[in-house]
């Protein structure tokens, strides 16, 4: 367990650094492990809740502000879920890393979009096209933390659609 700990926060201690006064202070005031796994999944379940929620919104016909709203904040929620394994500022720079970038840019445009395009515009057709684009790009970023997950669906896309 340790060293998975190890591996998603991105600290591999020499044994110098295990047995200095920082560090230890540094352990102290830090959620403990299970504490930090505990908290990603209640937040992440809350997440899928609030989108589920969301979704039975909008089949008890409660408009598609009230789907909109829960539906991206359960997004929304659900990928803070992963500040906790990994730091809130880990976090922001994996996001925002090189191969992240685009997906990273288009999830938060999409959510915007969908906020403006359900709060201010109140236009359903938009919100839809706003939520399936949030939801593409929410899976093509989800699938760059899987090695050559990627590759795959490209792979497998490209061979559906050859003629």
């Known amino acids: 367990m340790d060293k998975l700990r190890r591996v998603l926060s991105g600290d591999e201690p ?3 650094e295990e047995s200095s006064i920082i560090t230890q ?3 102290m005031s830090t959620l403990s ?3 930090r796994i505990k908290a ?3 937040c992440f379940v809350l997440g899928i809740l609030l989108s589920f929620l969301g979704s039975i ?3 008890l016909h409660r408009g598609i502000v009230v789907f909109a709203v829960f539906y991206t904040i359960g997004n929304l929620v659900s ?3 992963t500040c906790f394994l990994m730091g809130p500022l880990k976090q922001i720079k994996k996001m ?6 685009i997906a990273t840019s288009i999830v ?6 969908t906020f403006v395009s359900a709060i201010v515009l109140k236009k359903a057709g938009l919100t839809l096209i706003f939520i399936i684009i949030q939801s593409l790009a929410m899976t093509w970023y989800s699938l760059s933390y899987i090695p050559y997950a990627r590759d795959a669906v490209r792979n497998t896309v490209s061979a559906c659609f050859e003629v």
């Open 57 to 59: 919104a909008l089949f």
């Open 108 to 113: 938060i445009v999409a959510i915007v979009m």
């Open 96 to 101: 925002f890393a090189e191969t992240r970038l």
């Open 40 to 42: 990603f999944c209640i």
């Open 79 to 81: 990928m803070a879920s």
């Open 14 to 16: 020499t044994p110098e």
């Open 33 to 35: 492990w299970s504490t």
């Open 25 to 27: 202070i540094n352990e």
